[in-house]
């Protein structure tokens, strides 16, 4: 695969082209002129003095992605986007405008045709072209440019694909709104496609190993078991379909009781698994006693709150190895320690001062704020993590008011979900 320098590499291989095919042809001989082979944007060929050389100028105008190639690869990343699977090339197809300037009459048309036959000979860069053009002599090398000595070690002859060139059709609207948004005067112009090039990062992966047998080996046959069909729809593997927290609360406490529901969840040694990116937490939860193949449950562990993926790992019968279930999320919410309802005393200024304990313990850079009824009053930045939090509340209100705490976007439960109809918990302060 190539490196981010194979962009400038096609552009580099192609001016070389051109440039040694006006030479082979002996253009300058046929125009009387010196010929030149440039790559600048159009708003740059003719110098501020107004004098046009005669000279070819391919121009990279667009790039854009190669549908063929673009869903080719796995993801990069597993679903917590921590882990690296692969490294899927970035395949770019390049579009370039091939211009040419005269400074007499007939030479831009002249080196338009020469250039134009020179790309239509040669449909495809092969590698040894690509190596000579990226690779220069130790003589010459010495005395290019640092940009394009670095285009040696580019990649872009050993990529996967050679590089094809093709003429790209673009009609006079198009034409026009290119040359008006270069803001150049109009040149006969071709444009061209080169395609595909192939960039790919060389970061290190986490590669599977090979499978050794499709199950258990018989011992008299020697063969593996192979694969087994079954006579219904449902996966022969732990599958997790519901993750229920206690009192059909939308978030879990810590120490609450979070039910699960799903298929071939018996077995031993049944764990639950806890991740969260944002904190680096790799949780283990021993699974609850009295659990059956379609229903599970666990003690939410003291973590911070925040959005979890669970999964359950089990050794199912008559197996020996642990089989681990797809994920689902688990919202782990702020619960008020603190005995409600709680009455506070306004200062002479009319500010009260809301104390309360919470868990989990709030961690350093996590959002909070009390919603007093309506009412949002938000907490110092937290730098240390705390189970005690102190809210100022300008200009309160007085009276009663329902409190419900904010920890980034989760709330603690405020509603009795199970109470016919729902009603408000008793969770207020009152202000005097």
């Not at 036959?117 to 690509?130: C, D, G, K, M, W």
């Not at 927290?245 to 049944?270: E, F, M, R, W």
């Not at 809301?354 to 009390?370: A, K, M, Y």
Request: net charge negative; hydrophobic share 40%; glycine share 6%.
């Amino acid at each position: 695969m190539s490196s981010a320098l194979a962009i400038a590499g096609v552009t580099a291989v192609l001016r070389d082209l051109l440039n040694d095919g006006l030479i082979n042809h002996n253009v300058s001989g046929v125009l009387g002129s010196t010929v030149t082979v440039s790559a600048l944007p159009p708003d740059r060929v003719v110098s501020a003095n107004g004098t046009e050389n005669t000279q070819l100028n391919l121009f990279l105008h667009q790039v854009t992605p190669n549908l063929g190639w673009r869903n080719e690869s796995l993801p990069s990343r597993d679903s917590s986007g921590r882990t690296r699977l692969s490294n899927p090339p970035l395949a770019l197809d390049l579009h370039y405008l091939l211009s040419a300037y005269g400074a007499e009459d007939l030479h831009a048309e002249i080196l338009l045709g020469y250039a134009m036959q020179l790309f239509h000979e040669t449909p495809v860069l092969n590698r040894s072209a690509i190596a000579t053009a990226l690779n220069p002599s130790p003589v010459s090398g010495t005395t290019l440019p640092p940009a394009l000595r670095a285009l040696a070690s580019c990649g872009l002859a050993d990529q996967l694909e050679q590089i094809k060139v093709s003429p790209e059709y673009l009609n006079t609207e198009e034409m026009s709104k290119l040359w008006t948004a270069v803001q150049a005067h109009y040149r006969p112009t071709a444009a061209y496609l080169a395609t595909v090039v192939l960039i790919e990062s060389t970061l290190p992966t986490q590669a599977s190993l090979p499978v050794l047998s499709r199950g258990p080996v018989d011992p008299v046959t020697k063969r593996d078991r192979g694969v087994v069909a079954q006579a219904n729809l449902l996966p022969p593997f732990p599958i997790i379909q519901t993750v229920l927290p206690t009192n059909k609360q939308p978030s879990a406490a810590v120490g609450a009781t979070v039910d699960i529901i799903g298929h071939h969840l018996d077995g031993v040694n049944a764990t639950v698994l806890l991740s969260n990116s944002r904190f680096g937490i790799e949780h283990r939860v021993p699974a609850g006693i009295g659990g059956t193949a379609t229903t599970m449950s666990f003690t939410v562990p003291d973590v911070p709150v925040g959005l979890y993926q669970l999964a359950v790992r089990v050794i199912r019968p008559s197996e020996t190895e642990p089989r681990t279930s797809n994920q689902l999320a688990l919202v782990i919410g702020p619960d008020i320690t603190t005995a409600l309802p709680i009455t506070v005393v306004r200062d002479g200024a009319g500010t009260a001062t809301i104390p309360l304990t919470v868990q989990p313990q709030i961690q350093p850079g996590q959002s909070v704020s009390l919603l007093l009824g309506t009412r949002e009053v938000r907490a110092e930045p937290i730098t240390v993590a705390t189970a005690s939090l102190s809210f100022l509340v300008a200009d309160a209100p007085t009276g009663d008011v329902l409190v419900r705490l904010r920890v980034d976007g989760i709330e603690s439960p405020i509603i009795d979900r199970l109470a016919v109809p729902p009603s408000f918990f008793n969770y207020r302060v009152t202000i005097t």
